[in-house]
């Protein structure tokens, strides 16, 4: 029977297909794109299931570590000011000498003796005391008290003064030679002022490091010259608004606009720098100084309880932590003419400069070189 020559050619191309489908060499499947987030966690998607992916163990100890601070923060608090006690504060006395050694004896007082009234009232002034008390021959009593350097220690000294002059059968006359202003008795203000601007300080150049990155070089836009004039900047700003809140606005820091200003910038400079510095070395962990600051500066800044008050650990404190040298040098401005304000100010810049070594040294790559040379 004679074939068709249509099928004859569509045998021959199947044929061919065939042939050339067999001279081929097999393809591989093709490679189906994984996830874009396993190369991050490790696992394929159907291994990250997110109802059983919990990282108990970190959720434990955040639970833990924030308790932690938590108790530290009542403890430390609790004992600097839950029972404020007068530890050898000091007093000019001018008395008769059975007196003097009577108030001398007692464990709560340093006694200073001077001469006369006006010698007294000069040591209280430049805050070489916390107060006098001058008992006249003839005469009421006179005790002098410097509200300003803290409200409980003058508490204490008039409850004193009225002692001692009933027991010598007269009156006591008080004289507060550095009063606070009429809108803030208790001069709590101005550690207010202090204690809120840590922590704006201490959040702004957090956040400004996290957000501008790491410390590249000394010069360029993420350098540490750049950085350096950011965080001054941002000092002023906060500085300027919080002194033109408490003078202006509240009216409780009134009359000395200009050396408030520059005092809370220096303060303010030196928590940034500080701040800025560490973590340009450390990152994220210079979180530790910010609770450090905030657990042991302000309850031994002498704002709560002032300085005389607070027991031996405390009170040492006070000098070294930028809080509590930037309230006494505060104060010295505000209410004693600048008295006494040298060493606060001394401390303010030790941090400062601190801060501005640690930058340094990010910005040279200390730690990467150090890294690498141990490596």
């Known amino acids: 029977m004679a074939r068709s020559p249509h099928r004859g050619r569509r045998n021959k191309a199947h044929g061919g297909a065939a042939e050339g489908a067999a001279a081929s060499p097999p393809r591989e499947p ?7 987030a396993e190369t991050s966690s490790g696992k394929p998607p159907e291994d990250r299931d997110p109802g059983s992916g ?13 308790a932690v601070v938590v108790v530290a923060f009542v403890s430390s608090y609790s004992v600097a000011i839950g029972k404020p006690t007068a530890r050898q504060l000091p007093v000019a006395v001018a008395a008769p000498p059975a007196v003097l050694a009577k108030l001398d004896a007692s464990p709560l007082l340093k006694v200073e003796p001077v001469p006369s009234l006006a010698r007294a009232r000069a040591m209280v002034e430049d805050r070489s ?21 803290g409200h409980a220690v003058e508490t204490i000294l008039v409850q004193l003064g009225q002692q001692v002059a009933v027991a010598g059968g007269t009156t006591l006359r ?28 201490a959040i702004g150049a957090t956040v400004l490091s996290r957000v501008i990155g790491p410390v590249r070089g000394v010069r360029g836009p993420r350098g540490a010259a750049a950085r350096l004039g950011l965080v001054t900047v941002y000092a002023a ?36 720098l500080a701040i800025t510095g560490l973590s340009a070395l450390v ?17 031994s800044s002498g704002g709560p309880v002032p300085r005389p008050l607070l027991n031996g650990f405390y009170s040492g404190l006070n000098p070294v932590l930028p809080q509590g040298a930037a309230l006494s040098a505060l104060r010295g401005v505000q209410y004693f003419g600048g008295a006494g304000i040298g060493a606060g100010l001394i401390s303010l810049a ?25 490596a």
């Open 129 to 149: 005391v916390s107060g006098a008390l001058v008992l006249s021959p003839r005469g009421a009593a006179t005790l002098l008290v410097a509200n300003g350097g």
């Open 237 to 272: 700003w906060l500085s300027v608004v919080v002194t033109f809140f408490a003078d202006v606005v509240l009216g409780d820091l009134v009359g000395h606009f200009g050396p408030l200003f520059l005092t809370l910038w220096l303060y303010s400079g030196a928590v940034c």
């Open 54 to 66: 919990i990282p108990w163990r970190n959720v434990v100890l955040v639970m833990v570590g924030v």
């Open 174 to 201: 008080t004289i507060d030679v550095a009063p606070t202003s009429p809108n803030d008795p208790n001069g709590t203000v101005e550690f207010y002022c202090i204690a809120f601007l840590m922590l704006g300080s």
């Open 30 to 36: 093709a490679q189906v794109p994984r996830d874009t």
């Open 283 to 299: 990152g994220p962990a210079a979180i530790v100084l910010i609770l450090v600051l905030i657990i042991l500066g302000n309850p």
């Open 350 to 374: 030790i941090w400062a400069a601190a801060g501005l070594i640690l930058l340094g040294a990010a910005a040279l790559g200390w730690p990467r070189r150090h890294a690498a040379a141990h």
